[in-house]
């Protein structure tokens, strides 16, 4: 089993900034691709930013382009996710993801959740306006 764990949500005022981490722990046995999702209620779960396994690949959500930036620290397991300039539309639950990957394959992002092998519990976001 694999762990991830969020951190770094809280309440802020629009303009402000935030940075979410993911640390992955437990049977990390290769490779793997992850990603940030979002879900207010009543909603489903969108991908925000998602990154390969080698960091040089991202994706972003046009709603998140040129506000947030996904990166990653391998030796360390963990990913973030820095949110700038943040608006009340961005509040939700955030969600990291994980996804083991087959060599060969460390340039790839994944948008789709169902892509995904392992979740995050979430971190609230509230962004006030």
């Known amino acids: 089993q694999v762990q991830l764990v969020e951190s770094g949500g809280g309440l802020v005022q629009a303009g402000d900034s935030l940075r979410l981490s993911c640390a992955a722990s437990?049977?990390?046995?290769?490779?793997?691709?992850m990603g940030w999702f979002r879900q207010t209620q009543g909603n489903e779960r969108d991908i925000a930013a998602a990154?390969?396994?080698?960091?040089?690949?991202?994706f972003y959500a046009d709603s998140a382009k040129g506000r947030f930036t996904i990166s990653r620290d391998n030796a360390r397991n963990t990913v973030y996710l820095q949110m700038d300039s943040l608006k009340p539309e961005d509040t939700a639950v955030y969600y990291c993801?994980?996804?083991?990957?087959?060599?060969?394959?460390?340039?790839?992002?994944?948008?789709?959740?169902?892509?995904?092998?392992?979740w995050g519990q979430g971190t609230q976001v509230t962004v006030s306006s």
């Open positions: 990154i390969s396994w080698s960091g040089g690949s991202t």
């Open positions: 437990g049977r990390i046995f290769s490779s793997y691709a």
């Open positions: 993801a994980l996804k083991f990957i087959a060599h060969g394959y460390g340039s790839m992002w994944y948008r789709d959740p169902i892509d995904y092998d392992y």
